[in-house]
């Protein structure tokens, strides 16, 4: 009994590490995940550009946030009323939320269209297309300001980043991945790096942790 104990024991202290050993040269891994947007140093650290999370309601004035409790990391779209007879440019991403749901049902995913006063055939679209699923959520921004976003979320983009790219947005708010929603493999290397930021995030609470019990 007691030696059995003691392999418990050792198993308890032994996952953890063999754990973050595992994630430190998965594949996913190899490829550490970029920061976009302006950067500057400052008492040697690297300050890295962030985003506000807050949109509107496509209906309303009414916030609509996305805080860092409930959506620790959450991917976006903004979505432009003249991609309309292109399907958006978002046929990668239809083919999974039609065919492929429960591949995406974990992610909240935030689609930002141009809102007006009275209701688009681009609102009306995406709309329908966000009540495929609960993950799915629909939010306005002010079609007069829209290409302000180029000074929030493209801000320093590559430059073959556009509308209807998807951006992965971390705990921090920093951008840190954009992904061409036409394209099923674009989608796919967007959910793998998307599960790898979420066990990233993960593993820097659980060090966080540690250290406060350890200083306790």
Same mark, same amino acid.
């Given at each position: 009994?007691?030696?059995?104990?003691?392999?418990?024991?050792?198993?308890?202290?032994?996952?953890?590490?063999?754990?973050?050993?595992?994630?430190?040269?998965?594949?996913?891994?190899?490829?550490?995940?970029?920061?976009?947007?302006?950067?500057?140093?400052?008492?040697?650290?690297?300050?890295?550009?962030s985003?506000?999370?807050?949109?509107?309601?496509?209906?309303?004035?009414?916030?609509?946030?996305? /805080?860092? *409790? +409930?959506?620790?990391? =959450? !991917?976006v779209?903004?979505?432009?009323?003249? #991609? $309309?007879?292109?399907?958006?440019?978002?046929?990668?991403?239809?083919?999974?939320?039609?065919y492929k749901?429960?591949?995406?049902?974990?992610?909240?995913?935030?689609?930002?269209?141009?809102?007006?006063n009275?209701?688009?055939?681009?609102?009306?679209?995406?709309?329908?297309?966000?009540?495929?699923?609960?993950?799915?959520?629909?939010?306005?921004?002010?079609?007069?300001?829209f /290409?302000? *976003? +180029?000074?929030?979320? =493209? !801000?320093?983009?590559?430059?073959?980043?556009? #509308? $209807?790219?998807?951006?992965?947005?971390?705990?921090?708010?920093?951008?840190?991945?954009?992904?061409?929603?036409?394209?099923?493999?674009?989608?796919?290397?967007?959910?793998?790096?998307?599960?790898?930021?979420?066990?990233?995030?993960?593993?820097?609470?659980?060090?966080?942790?540690?250290?406060?019990?350890?200083?306790?």
């Amino acid at each position: 009994m007691f030696k059995n104990k003691k392999w418990i024991f050792f198993l308890i202290i032994l996952f953890p590490s063999a754990f973050w050993v595992i994630l430190e040269t998965s594949t996913i891994n190899s490829n550490k995940l970029p920061f976009y947007g302006p950067k500057h140093a400052t008492s040697g650290d690297t300050v890295y550009y962030s985003v506000k999370s807050v949109f509107e309601k496509s209906n309303s004035k009414e916030p609509f946030d996305i /805080d860092t *409790i +409930n959506y620790p990391a =959450f !991917v976006v779209m903004f979505i432009k009323d003249k #991609y $309309s007879d292109n399907a958006f440019r978002i046929s990668g991403f239809w083919e999974y939320v039609n065919y492929k749901k429960d591949k995406i049902e974990k992610i909240p995913f935030i689609l930002v269209c141009e809102k007006q006063n009275d209701s688009s055939a681009t609102e009306k679209s995406i709309r329908a297309m966000a009540k495929k699923a609960n993950n799915i959520f629909f939010a306005g921004w002010n079609k007069n300001s829209f /290409d302000s *976003i +180029n000074k929030t979320y =493209f !801000v320093d983009k590559p430059y073959y980043v556009d #509308y $209807s790219f998807f951006i992965l947005v971390d705990k921090k708010r920093r951008i840190r991945g954009y992904y061409d929603s036409r394209y099923v493999a674009e989608v796919k290397r967007m959910l793998g790096e998307y599960q790898h930021l979420l066990i990233k995030e993960q593993k820097q609470i659980m060090i966080d942790e540690n250290k406060i019990k350890q200083n306790n």
